[in-house]
């Protein structure tokens, strides 16, 4: 397995991760969550967790990021950092949704509570979800 580097707009895609993460709409849990997608073209669209009363209802920063990059027509990723305070990794669920659009997808691991700057964790999401679902 290669070794995962940050990309050189880590800093950036820092800053739009914490940045939208207290847009988050985290009432229940009290759980904010901010995620900045790096696309191929090199343009940062970010998204932040909401959640519901019906918690199955809830979406996660991470799809939500996704899902505002495929609304806006973008479909090949480089990079996505998730920042929250704590322990940064995307849930199963947000792994194998990124999964979609491959495994060697850099994932940043921002913990919020680092001062801004500090280099997040990076990982390729297929070492976050070795052998995922996939229908082809």
């Known amino acids: 397995m290669n070794e995962a580097k940050l990309p050189e707009a880590w800093e950036t895609l820092q800053r739009a991760a914490r940045e939208v993460r207290r847009r988050a709409w985290a009432p229940y849990s009290r759980f904010s969550v901010g995620a900045a997608l790096l696309t191929a073209s090199g343009e940062v669209i970010m998204g932040c967790n909401v959640e519901n009363a019906s918690w199955g209802l809830t979406i996660c920063a991470e799809r939500s990021a996704v899902?505002?990059?495929?609304?806006?027509?973008?479909?090949?990723?480089?990079?996505?950092?998730?920042?929250?305070?704590?322990?940064?990794?995307?849930?199963?669920?947000?792994?194998?949704?990124?999964?979609?659009?491959?495994?060697?997808?850099?994932?940043?691991?921002?913990?919020?509570?680092?001062?801004?700057?500090?280099?997040?964790?990076?990982?390729?999401?297929?070492?976050l979800l070795p052998r995922a679902f996939r229908m082809l």
């Open 67 to 127: 899902c505002h990059a495929i609304s806006l027509g973008h479909g090949e990723f480089r990079a996505i950092c998730g920042s929250l305070t704590g322990v940064a990794v995307p849930c199963g669920a947000c792994r194998q949704f990124l999964m979609e659009f491959g495994g060697d997808l850099l994932v940043l691991l921002d913990n919020a509570d680092s001062p801004a700057g500090t280099p997040p964790e990076v990982v390729r999401l297929e070492e």
